[in-house]
């Protein structure tokens, strides 16, 4: 006879919920130390000496996940977190097999094979940081890392001060926030690329997703939408402002439909396919014609964009450079006096292609805006997919423009804001809500009440 008295009847009945065993704070401390000293490598004068090597010190949250596991060895958990590396190395075996396929059949293409791999073990250790955040913090994760990065941007600011002095930092401060991002100085030097637009990601989730039932959750999403446009304004990236109002309007207009599964899959598609109308505008020249017929400050774009005409084809047959070729491009034109410094390309969606070409290409933006929303919205929920798809769809703008698809940090939070986000739907998912009991678990309950008492009395 099945015991049912761990479920509480009535209408002030909370709802089951399975023993949930928390990190122990000294490992969840190493955990947000590890997190903080990585994202320190983004200060300048760190950056300038040691390139992306302090990040690796991320690689500290599989130490803490091991220490975890010997103090409580839960293998469930364990279990639920690994299961999201095969989806997620999907990616990376598509970056190293097209990349083979290049340089064994263009042994001229390999002068950036060293390059290439530090970029592919990096993407790897995005991976590994963000399934082991969450195997250690769950749906907490994202704030523990959302803290982290905001603890390290707070000690950039404060090893900055003493080159400015404490007045003349304070005033960069505030004319920056007045004037919306305007500012020299001390603010010019706390242009962190990276970090900024990940706090663009955090601002999509505490504005339209982050849980507000109660009043710690109301105040842990009021401070999250202060910090992050704090942190966005001091980090000069204005630009994302408007690409996160955009999300958010798309995510509000995705959520009146019954059944928005449909349209998160369709603006996957829609990118995908745009990505290619996208790449023959910037080749034709009739995007830049069109942005500087609008006045658009272009700030050397136009020049970038041009100069890789001769090294690649826009054909489906195109076979690509290889994993950072572009960079030894770019490093070419600079030699030859084409341009004053060795820029970035300033376009992923060209770039990728270019590295890639049309078949790894293809394989990149197929997983990352079809294969992904779909993983999300048929393994989770239809509101992890569109979160998913909120913060790619924000990074996209990036993309177009910018530099940011294989940044670290960025990639770290495509990856883990959704994940822990769907530790929550699981959570949920598994509590046992409150419901009238039938008739016959009323009378097993009765019985069961029954013997108690006559087991007491005989006693």
């Given amino acids: ?137 769950e749906e907490k994760a994202v704030n523990y890392l959302f803290f982290s990065l905001c603890a390290a941007n707070a000690a950039i600011m404060l090893l900055e001060m003493p080159r400015y002095g404490f007045a003349e930092s304070i005033t960069s401060v505030v004319t920056c926030i007045v004037t919306f991002g305007e500012a020299e100085g001390f603010v010019r030097s706390l242009e962190i690329h990276d970090i900024t637009f990940l706090f663009g990601q955090f601002l999509i989730y505490y504005l339209m997703f982050a849980p507000r039932s109660t009043k710690a959750e109301k105040r842990m999403k009021r401070w999250g939408v202060i910090l992050c446009v704090f942190f966005m304004l001091v980090g000069l990236k204005r630009s994302t402002f408007p690409a996160v109002l955009l999300v958010c309007i798309y995510v509000k207009l995705l959520r009146l439909p019954r059944k928005p599964q449909k349209f998160i899959l369709a603006t996957g598609i829609g990118l995908f396919l745009f990505f290619y109308l996208y790449l023959w505008l910037t080749r034709s020249g009739i995007l830049v014609a069109f942005l500087e017929s609008l006045g658009v400050d272009m700030m ?130 598994s509590q046992e809500r409150w419901r009238a009991p039938t008739p016959e678990e009323s009378a097993n309950e009765i019985w069961m009440i029954g013997m108690e008492r006559r087991a007491e009395n005989a006693e």
């Fill in 1 to 137: 006879m099945t015991n049912n008295r761990h479920i509480r009847y009535g209408p002030d009945a909370e709802p089951f919920q399975e023993k949930v065993r928390k990190c122990p704070a000294f490992i969840a401390f190493i955990a947000v130390a590890c997190t903080i000293l990585a994202a320190l490598g983004d200060w300048k004068t760190l950056n300038d000496a040691y390139g992306a090597l302090p990040k690796a010190v991320a690689l500290g949250t599989i130490v803490c996940a091991f220490l975890n596991f010997l103090v409580a060895a839960d293998f469930a958990k364990l279990k639920k977190a690994m299961g999201f590396f095969p989806v997620f190395l999907l990616l990376i075996a598509v970056y190293i097999l097209i990349s083979m396929y290049i340089w064994v059949t263009d042994f001229s293409r390999t002068s950036s094979i060293s390059r290439a791999g530090q970029k592919i073990l990096f993407q790897t250790i995005t991976i590994i940081y963000a399934v082991f955040m969450c195997y250690l913090f």
């Fill in 300 to 429: 050397g774009r136009d020049v970038l964009w041009s100069l890789p005409n001769d090294y690649y084809q826009l054909s489906p047959l195109w076979k690509g450079l290889g994993f950072e070729a572009v960079t030894d491009l770019v490093n070419m034109w600079h030699l030859e006096g084409l341009i004053n410094r060795a820029y970035p390309l300033h376009n992923d969606i060209l770039r990728i292609f270019i590295e890639l070409g049309a078949l790894g290409f293809t394989l990149w933006a197929g997983i990352n805006y079809i294969v992904y929303p779909n993983y999300w919205i048929k393994k989770h929920n239809t509101d992890t997919g569109l979160l998913y798809m909120a913060i790619l769809a924000y990074m996209t703008v990036t993309y177009l423009t910018d530099n940011t698809a294989f940044y670290f940090w960025s990639s770290i939070g495509l990856k883990l804001i959704p994940m822990s986000f769907s530790y929550r739907i699981l959570k949920s998912g």
